[in-house]
């Protein structure tokens, strides 16, 4: 998958499993965005048995099997939802559909694995909550700018280390290239996508809360724009948001459809942590003339200036927490209440952003 094209960047990591053969079962139902891809390799990775693919689109399918090409077909979603051994579903469906067949998955008693956005409303969320609650199912979130970028893994391990003291500021920056030739239909239509907020914004609301150790949070002031896209009202091209946590530390975000052609990654995403003993930077995806690779990561603190390339090095344990916490129903790999937090946050910013004109 190439770096270049967001929606089919899926990165592979060194297999690290962390269960035996046959123990955990999963299925993929749901290709509408490319992110199904990273999700499978991690947690095939992971050790997880990749039991079927469905999607109501057989050009999708094949493509999936190009790259899992001995997974099963399923004649429909149904034989998925039937199958005792299937322990987890993971999905990448049109994002207004993830909270309804989350739902779906969850009350046919599996856990459920989800790109971003968590949902595209905070009416879904609701209903989301009060079904974990009623089949003590997990609603995981896939927040691949974090759990699945070896620099953020890297930045995660040194903070809770103390290599910066308390973190009291996040900056994030996540420019994405738009490639309109090759997005759906739904791409351009808010009500579907949820808006930028909802949408790419979830990644740096989900790591303002990981990064400042916060539980809760409040939107302080959020916009939205439609800057060069006049031809697709339904498109928002940029939007932003500051955020206040409830432990003091401050945040604020940038995203847009704005990466030009000439970049060789699909976005210069970047990530300053700012603590109370040094300061972090992370360039996730590329070192702009230096690097064409990513995962670069500049530490200062009391000792001096540090260079750190992380690539390679770290991997991603998410997938293998994950995996065990669905086993064990342990909450490792990332807490409930912290997905479900950070889609409330990136939906009440889309809610209310004023639009800029």
Known sequence: MSAAEGM????RGKPVPVCQKGEFVFAAV??????????CNGLTE??????????DDPAKVSSFLDQFPATPVAAHADQVLQDADVQLVASAKVPADHAGWGITVMNHGKDYFTDKPAMTTLAQLA??????TETGKKYAVYYSERVHVESAVFAGQLVHEGAIGRVVQVLGLGPHRLSLASR???FF??????????DIGSHQAEQFLYFTGNTDAR??????????????????????????????AAGYFRVDWFTPDGLSAWGDGRLFLLGTEGYLELRKYVDVTRSSGGDHV???????????AVSGQVGYPFFGDLVRDCLERTERAMTQEHAFKAAELCLTAEQQAVRLE
């Open 8 to 11: 089919t960047y899926a990165p």
């Open 30 to 39: 749901g290709l509408d965005h490319g992110h199904i891809y990273g999700m």
């Open 46 to 55: 992971a050790g997880a048995e990749l039991r079927w693919v469905y999607d």
């Open 127 to 132: 209903e989301a909550r009060r079904a974990v």
């Open 184 to 186: 759906p239909p739904w």
């Open 189 to 198: 239509e808010r009500e579907r996508y949820g808006g930028i907020l909802c």
């Open 219 to 248: 939107v302080a002031t959020s916009r939205v724009a439609n800057f060069a896209h006049k031809e697709h009202p339904g498109l928002e091209d940029f939007g932003d948001c500051a955020l206040a946590g409830a432990n003091g």
């Open 298 to 308: 500049f530490l200062v603190d009391a000792r001096g200036e540090h260079y750190l």
